[in-house]
Each structure stands twice: as C-alpha cells, then as structure tokens.
C-alpha cells in the first residue's frame, strides 16, 4: 500500500482506549478527559476485523495504545486475536507501566512482542507530580519484569519537557551503559492540557543531544549492519539511534517538530472510537465505526482504508509557536 507520496504504508496504530490510570500533566487536565461510552468505543472483535482487512492491505506492524491500553480487560483476548491474524510480523504496546509487572507474562504467552514503556522522570517525587499521583516503583517493577519476560528489548520513552525533567535526561541517558534498553528522548508536541504547554517548554532535538553528549561521545547505530530483527526494530520507525562507545542499550531521539519526518511516516491511526486517523496532526478522519456496526461487507471497508491512505497528508505544518487547538487530545487520539 503506497500512498501518493510514495510512502509504503505497513503500520497501523489501534488506540483501544481513551481511559487512563494516570493523568500526566502533559496529556490531561487533573479532570482527565471525558471517556467514550462504552457502546462508542470499538469491541475487539470489530478491532480484529479491521486489523485482518488492514494487513491483507500490506499493513505488518500493529502497536496497541490508548489511554492506557493495559487497563482495558481481557487485553490479553485482543493480544492472542491479533497474533493469529497471518502477517502480523510485528506485535507491539505503549503503556506507562504501571500494570506491565502484573501483565507481563500473559502478555508475552500472548504473543506481544514488545513494549514501549512511557517514564518522564526517575525520581519518585517529580514522577508523582508529572503523572498526578503516579508511583515509579510500579514502573521501574513492570520494566525489569517485561525484560525478564522477553518483551525485549524494551524501550523507554521521556517527553523532555523545559522546568519539569530536562534535568534527569543526563540520567535517563546513562540509563544503556547498564541495560540493554532503548532510551528515547521524544520533543514535547503542542497536545494536552493548555496551561502546561508552551513554546518556552519545548527543547529541541539539538539542545538535548548536545546535553547526552557531555556525558561522553555517541556515534550512530548502523542500521544497515545490524541483524533482520534489529534491523526491524531500530530501522522502521521515526528515531533516530546513537550509542555510548561498548553500551549495551542505545539512545534514540524523536524529533517531531524540529525534524519533520513526515516523508518517512509509514502509519495510519484508528482511535478507539473507529475513526481511521491517517496522520496524528490532522483532524481528517474516517468512520470506520458505523460501516463496522452495518454489516457492511471486508470490501467496503478495505475501500475506506485505501481511501484513508489516498487522503494522508505530505506533511504536518507544526511549530513550537503553534498554539494548542486540537479537537481531540492524545488520549482520544492513541499516541
Ligand atoms: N498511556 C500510554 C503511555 O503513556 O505510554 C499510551 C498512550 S500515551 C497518549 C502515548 C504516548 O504519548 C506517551 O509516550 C506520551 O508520553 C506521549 N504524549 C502524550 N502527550 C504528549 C505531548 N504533548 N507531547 C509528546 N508526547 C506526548
Ligand atoms: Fe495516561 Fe499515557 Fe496520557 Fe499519561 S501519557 S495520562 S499515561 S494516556
């Protein structure tokens, strides 16, 4: 599936949804956001269909995320449904952790691959306040026991947010001289609550590389010279991969606003209430929800589908200065 642009499309993202057991000040009022009825948010057997017609398309990478994927039930039954479905060639999660200790081995009898762990902070205090209320030992439990459990390796995700954590991200960095994890440092986007974002809190890519490069030299990851399955998990997403000279884990860089990679972008979205999403920054969307709940034939859906992937754009148009006018915040979106 190429879009007009000529970008294969083999990634498709399934926020399964909008809940969540945190409420990080970057993506949510302390009131959270206002769920979807139940009876608006897909059932999983409407997920796997979509999910079937979009890999007979040529999708072969799922990512499951939300709100917070791991606190809808029986997301073990969603995992084992997709893993059957043939082409699936890569099963992955974003969660921020806080139930992965509990999940993690069901989750891998599953068949889930891997998992990206969302973690702003190391220290207890400040990952209590970002996350209104979260307990990092929770965290820091369900990272090592996804490791032991073979959802590896794990990457580790932290918005780096100007006043809030920018100071840790020497520590985060130091992080892969011990473990062989991915440590992504991602620019803070102009999504969530209004009176945390700002343009004075964005750092860009340049600003925290030059920070992880007082701690000693990184040189790139050849991804041409790794191994088909590195080659898979470092080559196919928008990061960028360095290393500490022996290092057993790597550090990764996610530039959306000062390094547009649009032209590489791979994905389309479905929310958890069926819209086919075909770019995080647009508000252009596709009900797949009221087609699903119609018995409306696999051909009619796969033509919506074709259709989405017609209609992505070039590119997104954010700037650090743009202001925050999102019909829907992250959670509603899957991020
Ligand atoms: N609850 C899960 C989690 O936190 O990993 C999955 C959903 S969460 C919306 C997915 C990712 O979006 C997280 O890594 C989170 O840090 C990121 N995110 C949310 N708001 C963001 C923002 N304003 N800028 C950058 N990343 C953001
Ligand atoms: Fe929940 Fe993830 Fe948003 Fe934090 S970033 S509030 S964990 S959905």
């Avoid at 590389?209 to 050849?222: D, F, G, L, Y």
């Avoid at 041409?224 to 960028?240: E, F």
């Avoid at 479905?270 to 034939?297: A, H, M, Q, V, Y």
């Amino acid at each position: 599936m190429k879009d007009p642009f000529g970008r294969r499309i083999d990634y498709l993202r399934i926020s399964i949804t909008d809940r969540c057991n945190l409420r990080c000040i970057y993506c949510m009022t302390p009131r959270g956001v206002k769920p979807f009825k139940h009876k608006e948010t897909l059932s999983y057997e409407e997920i796997v269909r979509v999910a079937k017609i979009a890999t007979s398309l040529g999708v072969k990478k799922i990512r499951i995320t939300g709100g917070e994927p791991l606190a809808r039930k029986n997301i073990t039954h969603l995992i084992s449904s997709l893993r059957a479905i043939e082409g699936v060639e890569n099963l992955s999660l974003t969660t921020n952790g806080i139930l992965l200790e509990r999940f993690a081995d069901e989750l891998v009898k599953a068949g889930l691959d891997r998992v990206n762990v969302s973690l702003d902070s190391l220290r207890p205090d400040i990952y209590k306040e970002i996350t209104r209320g979260g307990n990092i030992k929770n965290v820091l439990c369900g990272i090592e026991k996804a490791d032991k459990a073979g959802l590896s390796p794990v990457k580790i995700n932290m918005v780096v947010i100007r006043g809030f954590n920018d100071d840790e991200i020497g520590d985060f960095a130091r992080i892969t001289l011990k473990k062989p994890y991915q440590v992504r440092f991602i620019e803070f986007m102009p999504f969530g609550a209004r009176e945390i974002w700002g343009p004075e809190k964005y750092i860009p890519l340049n600003e925290i590389k030059s920070i992880v490069e007082k701690i000693a030299p990184i040189t790139p990851v050849k991804i041409r010279k790794l191994g088909p399955a590195l080659k898979q998990i470092l080559g196919s997403g928008p990061a960028r991969y360095f290393r500490f000279d022996g290092a057993p884990g790597v550090i990764g860089f996610i530039n959306p606003i000062s390094h547009q990679f649009c032209n590489e972008c791979n994905r389309l979205r479905l929310t958890s209430d069926g819209k086919l999403r075909p770019c995080l920054f647009s508000e252009t969307e596709i009900d797949l929800k009221t087609p699903l709940r119609n018995e409306t034939p696999d051909a009619e859906i796969e033509r919506l589908i074709r259709l989405a992937i017609e209609i992505k754009p070039a590119g997104h148009n954010i700037v650090c200065e743009s202001k925050l006018n999102y019909l829907r915040p992250m959670p509603k979106i899957g991020g």
